[in-house]
Protein backbone atom coordinates (compact mmCIF):
# COMPACT_ATOMS: atom_id res chain seq x y z
CA UNK A 1 0.00 0.00 0.00
CA UNK A 2 2.97 2.41 0.43
CA UNK A 3 4.14 1.68 -2.45
CA UNK A 4 1.17 2.56 -4.33
CA UNK A 5 1.09 6.21 -2.35
CA UNK A 6 4.37 7.12 -2.72
CA UNK A 7 4.03 6.16 -6.55
CA UNK A 8 0.97 8.51 -6.75
CA UNK A 9 3.15 11.14 -4.68
CA UNK A 10 5.59 11.18 -7.25
CA UNK A 11 3.84 11.52 -10.45
CA UNK A 12 3.02 15.23 -11.44
CA UNK A 13 -0.27 16.54 -11.68
CA UNK A 14 -0.49 15.82 -15.75
CA UNK A 15 1.15 12.33 -15.14
CA UNK A 16 -1.31 11.23 -12.59
CA UNK A 17 -4.23 12.65 -15.10
CA UNK A 18 -2.73 10.59 -17.95
CA UNK A 19 -1.99 7.51 -15.67
CA UNK A 20 -5.96 7.37 -14.05
CA UNK A 21 -7.18 7.62 -17.89
CA UNK A 22 -5.38 5.10 -18.83
CA UNK A 23 -6.51 3.04 -16.18
CA UNK A 24 -9.97 3.65 -16.89
CA UNK A 25 -9.21 3.03 -19.85
CA UNK A 26 -7.79 -0.15 -19.89
CA UNK A 27 -10.90 -0.82 -16.79
CA UNK A 28 -13.58 -0.61 -19.79
CA UNK A 29 -11.64 -2.56 -22.48
CA UNK A 30 -11.24 -5.40 -20.00
CA UNK A 31 -15.22 -5.01 -19.58
CA UNK A 32 -15.88 -4.77 -23.18
CA UNK A 33 -13.64 -7.32 -24.19
CA UNK A 34 -15.27 -9.95 -21.29
CA UNK A 35 -18.34 -9.25 -22.73
CA UNK A 36 -17.37 -9.85 -25.97
CA UNK A 37 -15.77 -13.12 -25.12
CA UNK A 38 -18.87 -14.63 -23.07
CA UNK A 39 -21.12 -13.75 -26.65
CA UNK A 40 -18.76 -15.55 -28.95
CA UNK A 41 -18.76 -18.44 -26.17
CA UNK A 42 -22.54 -18.42 -25.04
CA UNK A 43 -25.02 -20.38 -26.38
CA UNK A 44 -28.89 -20.82 -26.56
CA UNK A 45 -30.24 -24.00 -25.31
CA UNK A 46 -33.68 -24.82 -25.36
CA UNK A 47 -35.51 -25.75 -22.09
CA UNK A 48 -37.61 -29.21 -21.66
CA UNK A 49 -41.22 -28.97 -21.83
CA UNK A 50 -43.07 -26.12 -22.62
CA UNK A 51 -45.17 -25.59 -24.96
CA UNK A 52 -45.64 -25.83 -28.87
CA UNK A 53 -48.41 -22.92 -30.92
CA UNK A 54 -48.38 -23.42 -34.50
CA UNK A 55 -50.60 -21.01 -36.45
CA UNK A 56 -52.06 -21.31 -40.28
CA UNK A 57 -54.03 -18.97 -42.19
CA UNK A 58 -57.44 -20.34 -42.98
CA UNK A 59 -60.37 -21.70 -41.74
CA UNK A 60 -60.21 -25.60 -40.83
CA UNK A 61 -63.52 -27.04 -42.00
CA UNK A 62 -62.98 -31.33 -41.83
CA UNK A 63 -60.55 -32.15 -39.31
CA UNK A 64 -61.21 -35.92 -40.63
CA UNK A 65 -58.28 -36.73 -42.65
CA UNK A 66 -60.91 -38.31 -45.01
CA UNK A 67 -62.58 -35.51 -45.89
CA UNK A 68 -60.39 -32.90 -45.50
CA UNK A 69 -60.37 -30.61 -48.30
CA UNK A 70 -58.00 -27.36 -48.12
CA UNK A 71 -54.10 -27.55 -46.44
CA UNK A 72 -55.30 -25.99 -42.90
CA UNK A 73 -57.21 -29.40 -43.21
CA UNK A 74 -54.43 -32.04 -43.77
CA UNK A 75 -52.10 -29.87 -41.39
CA UNK A 76 -54.83 -30.82 -38.56
CA UNK A 77 -55.41 -33.90 -39.26
CA UNK A 78 -51.53 -34.56 -39.80
CA UNK A 79 -50.95 -33.03 -36.23
CA UNK A 80 -53.48 -34.73 -34.03
CA UNK A 81 -53.80 -38.61 -35.37
CA UNK A 82 -50.03 -38.20 -36.13
CA UNK A 83 -49.20 -40.55 -33.31
CA UNK A 84 -51.84 -42.90 -34.33
Given at each position: ??L ?18 A ?57 V????
Amino acid sequence: MDLIRNFLHVLTKKELRVFLYACAAIAVAIVLRSGIGIQEHSSFVPVKGGELREGMVGQPIFVNPVFSENQVDQDISALVFSPL
